[in-house]
């Protein structure tokens, strides 16, 4: 598939102890490069509190939403603050690969 990115709403959420974000959003930043989306497409959402977690319905750090969607998440996903871990070629990773990321933003 190539062209640019329609616009869409992408959210990355994570708590300040997970140690994956931040490899999350460089590889995050690289699907939109890729994607051809503008680079303020992305925002950064801390999730603070327990309580925060609930509310939101935060499936643990990193949880990368695509138009408030998040496409990793299954139904028996956990909601709270924990480190999250993500199904890839190479086995469990603490964050999505690059390839993932950019089909989660093409669906």
């Given amino acids: ?35 051809g989306a503008p680079p303020t497409v992305l925002s950064l959402q801390i999730v603070s509190t327990p309580e925060e977690a609930d509310r939101l319905g935060f499936r643990g750090s990193p949880t990368v939403l695509v138009g408030g969607v998040d496409p990793f998440a299954s139904a028996s996903s956990p909601v709270g603050l924990a480190c999250r871990m993500f199904r890839t070629p190479a086995g469990l990773a603490g964050a999505p690969t690059v390839e993932q990321l950019l089909a989660a933003l093409r669906c």
Avoid: H
Wanted: charged letters at 25%; proline letters at 6%; glycine letters at 8%.
């Fill in 1 to 35: 598939m190539s062209g640019r990115m329609g616009p869409v709403e992408v959210t990355l959420q994570y708590f300040d102890g997970c140690p994956n974000w931040q490899e999350t959003e460089t590889r995050l930043r690289e699907a939109l490069r890729l994607a």
